[in-house]
């Protein structure tokens, strides 16, 4: 390895983009390789990124020893499929959230990385965001007392193409894994433990994936969450926590830049500003730089139980509402 | 009946304090009697509010025929009681929320109402606030589009005194009863009809009522309502309506002096103030003279049915949640 950690990103998306201009933010990162079995796709990405490997298949890429770690970040549905072919030749890998399609998957990719010995991590970049970092040391001081209820959604209104990967049950769609995982996340966060009792309801749209749904999570002593996500409703995106001497709020909960509270019986408005730089994504780089720099293959911020635990939270509602992809194993 | 309607007020606690206010300031309305069988508790409450006929039998109040109508201000365990009393001497009744303490005891009420053709009305006086009566304009004039989803929460941090009526199930206790029901009405006036689906939780204190309890309630074409009561936890008590083409915000959902909306893809909040002069209970006094007035027995805004289908929502969870109060017929 030398100075530079050095990048090889695996599907060139949207979400590829923005990571990629994270890692130009990063200086011990470089971004040395991309992939992208759609033509011309990587190239254009490629280009536009400076990158010296250009690869239309993934093979090339993650066998190429010049390259550190693989970030995954294509659709969901081929997540389990893409960390398998990077483990299997050696190469540490971030995937992008949700992780996989079930918990069955995330497990047996994890079980290799376990047996290998190879870095992987979900890209739960809302876990390293500067606000939620400083959030966690809060509530370890008990501020606003012993958390009852989380309030959290997440809704974007997404224009309904319904060949686009979020309405698309081949390519692992749903407002579910896509938005839902966010709070699902950050409630495990708060309590430290998956739901004990799941209500919820969904609405399923024409091409058979969750395009609204609510999810009411009961955890240990009563402790509650009431979730929501969709791809139909511009929602504000703010997570509220209630605690028994008083509540939080963080305005856009995935990615906050400040933490209001209030104590009970109180009219003032506490506020901390936690500014960070965008796009975000350079926090969760550091984190893997630091695991691969320290030889961790499991990051103790983003443990592989969260990631196998939260998939078991979405596996538990979807069965509820009925949802099954065609490419779950 | 002279030009003044005459109210006589039957229970002397907080609310009727607060009822009495509204009253003074209402110049058709004229405070003539009040009843409390609490030693002391009509006289005082009486000489402060300079009324004519003090009591401490309910009898008395009902039977005085200088009095037009009686408001009912005892707790929940006591309405049903106390509205057959009115009726039986012919007085028409406004009874504070919640009307009773389950559905039976409403239909029951109410068919003696209509079959002595009396008025009788539950002081649902969210109804009647201006700010909502703006809001219900807004709605039907399709401002954010279709209503999808719903949140609201009422929730306050009570001192624990376990004998007062929040605590006591003998007296109808619980939040569900005293702040869930506004929560219900509120999304039963959105969505024109009762829920379809119930799925709830609730934390049941040691004596034996619900402290805090969610409630998730669909409604026809997979709308929903997340719902939240506590005594225990204070929250910021907001109902928030989420729309196919944006969404509106009220602050103190139950008796709101401000709209706040928002359009999807819009960064502008839009805001319109509709302030109201405190108490707030005049509103629905105004409709109540209205109607007496007018010879009706069952008021537009608030009619029986709406009273008897709260009743019905608030027993199913009750029924999910196994809390059955001793007084229930």
Known sequence: MNSKIRWGILGCGKIAHAFAFSLKNVPEA????VASRTPGKART????FAVEYIYTTYEELVNNPKIDIIYIATTHNFHYKNILLCLQANKPVLCEKAFTLNAKQAVEVIEMAREKKIFLMEAMWMKFNPCIV??????AEGIVGDIRLIKADFGEKFPR???????NIHLGGGALLDLGIYAISFARMIYGHSPILYKSEAYIGETGVDEESAY???YE???????YSSSRIEMPNDATLFGTKGMIKLKDFFHPSKIEWKLNGKRKIKTIEVPYDLPGYQYEILEVHDCLTNGQ???K???WSESIENMKTMDTLRKQWGLKYPEEI
Request: charged content about 30%.
């Open 161 to 167: 193409d319904l060949k686009d990967r979020l309405f």
């Open 45 to 48: 990405f490629g280009e536009h």
């Open 301 to 303: 911020i983003m443990p």
């Open 297 to 299: 293959i499991e990051s």
């Open 30 to 33: 470089q971004l040395l390789g």
């Open 134 to 139: 400083k959030l966690r040391e809060f509530l």
């Open 216 to 218: 009411f999570l009961e």
């Open 221 to 227: 002593n009563k402790k509650l969450a009431m979730l």
